[in-house]
């Protein structure tokens, strides 16, 4: 089964720009319906934004569009987060999800059946 390893996190300040990294191994992720989800301190994890197999079809949470960006090379079985004008609220950890079962997709965690470990993003004020 594919593996998920993301990449990226780190502590930045407000306003700051961070690019998350997801690789896979074990297997291709080209033909899988990918996302990017954060979970923050007491809250549910939420999904931020999916992407479909081919790049071609986005669906982001509100409000994020147009601060994040996903994006992927299949040639590489990687997919990325470009995060700009981060705020203290983005404070979260980061996972890379993978839904193996379907090729629709949208914002709902249960869709996704392969998870990553995550990635810590600190957004000081």
Not at 58 to 65: D, E, I, M, N
Not at 74 to 95: C, E, F, G, I, K
């Amino acid at each position: 089964q594919v593996q998920l390893v993301e990449s990226g996190g780190g502590l930045v300040q407000a306003g700051d720009s961070l690019r998350l990294s997801c690789s896979a191994s074990g297997g291709t992720i080209a033909e899988y319906p990918m996302a990017w989800s954060r979970q923050a301190p007491g809250k549910d994890r939420e999904i931020v934004v999916g992407i479909s197999w081919s790049g071609g079809v986005t669906h982001y949470a509100a409000g994020l569009k147009g601060r994040f960006t996903i994006s992927r090379n299949n040639a590489q079985n990687t997919v990325y987060l470009q995060m700009n004008s981060l705020t203290p609220a983005d404070t979260a950890v980061y996972y890379c999800a993978a839904r193996t079962l379907g090729a629709d997709f949208n914002l709902d965690p249960n869709l996704y059946d392969v998870w990553g470990q995550g990635t810590q993003v600190t957004v000081s004020s």
